[in-house]
């Protein structure tokens, strides 16, 4: 009997056609020998096709497994996840808390504090309360950023005052929550993590923009960003990234995958975690897998992996009570 493994992509945020790329690489790559392909897709309205999945245990016989392949809102922020724990489906992937947590940069800073991980000068504000004076404790130049969004969406380096006021607004048209952080100049560092109760670290990598920093269209439309798979580091710091990766990941409680990504300052030779991304880009070119591939996990063996550990978290859920 094949395994029959719901594919569900595309959605509702700014990073729908990442997904649709994530979803096709990840398709591909399922050995057809052992997997029965579904696939969901969810188009910019939120319309899912060929049909929704329902809330109610039982109600797709028909799916063993579900893989969200979902970046960024309604999708990577536990949204997606509580649907399918309402629908007693296994999924790949964080779970509702870990997601939702991930997905919010205050809540995971705030999370990674109480383990004492390494993260950088912030402070939050709303958009109800938008008083750039909350940030005069920061020296220039500092991040703005929505809280919960992704791809660089609604962020700025804002240089000087004018320039942070507009960033604030900026970032306030995205999410009623924003965070502002001290800038950091030096490397853009990433790591893949893969597990539940065990997760391993792999072999980090190097992000070097093109621009000013990391934006969208560095991201997604220039093509002019180099990555190094392994980074050129020292051991030690490569141990260091390792160690503080899976740190982080235990800290959300994540389970199945996340890519850890750090700011390494020049000026100081200090680490800190920027950000943890449950649902990381899963394109055939996407740092998560090739940073597998280069710790020698092959792309279709990733998938395996992944899917193994959905089942094992859900067998292990099965032996919990839920009423008296
Ligand atoms: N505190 C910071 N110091 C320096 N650069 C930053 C900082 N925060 C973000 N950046 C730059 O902005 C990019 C996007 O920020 P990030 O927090 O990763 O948001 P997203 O979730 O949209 O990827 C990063 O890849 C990096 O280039
Ligand atoms: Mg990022």
Known sequence: MKLRVAVIYGGRSGEHEVSLRSARAILDAMDPAKYEKIEYLIDREGKWSPRPILPEPGAQPEIDVAFPVLHGT??????????????????????????????????????????????????????????????????????????????????????????????????????????????????????????????????????????????????????????????????????????????CYRAVECEGMARVDFLLEAATGRLYINEINTIPGFTSISMYPKMWEHSGLAFGELIDRLIALALDRDRKKKATRFTR
């Open 74 to 247: 309604f999708g990577e922020d536990g949204t997606v996840q509580g649907l399918l724990e309402l629908a007693a489906l296994p999924y790949v992937g964080a779970g509702v808390l870990a997601s939702a947590v991930s997905m919010d940069k205050e809540m995971m800073k705030r999370v990674c504090k109480e383990r004492m991980l390494p993260i950088v000068d912030y402070v939050v504000l709303s958009r109800e309360r938008l008083d750039p004076r909350a940030c005069a404790g920061l020296p220039f130049p500092v991040f703005v950023k929505p809280a919960n969004l992704g791809s660089s969406v609604g962020i700025s380096k804002a240089r000087n005052q004018p320039e942070l006021e507009a960033a604030l607004a900026l970032a306030a048209q995205y999410d009623r929550k924003i965070i502002v952080e001290r800038g950091i100049a030096g490397r853009e560092l990433e790591c893949s993590v893969l597990g539940n109760e065990a997760p391993a670290a792999s072999l980090p990598c190097e992000i070097l923009p093109s621009r000013e920093f990391y934006d969208y269209e560095d991201k997604y439309l220039l093509d002019r960003a180099q990555t190094q798979v392994p980074a050129d580091l020292p051991a030690e710091r490569t141990e260091e990234i390792r160690r503080l990766a899976v740190e």
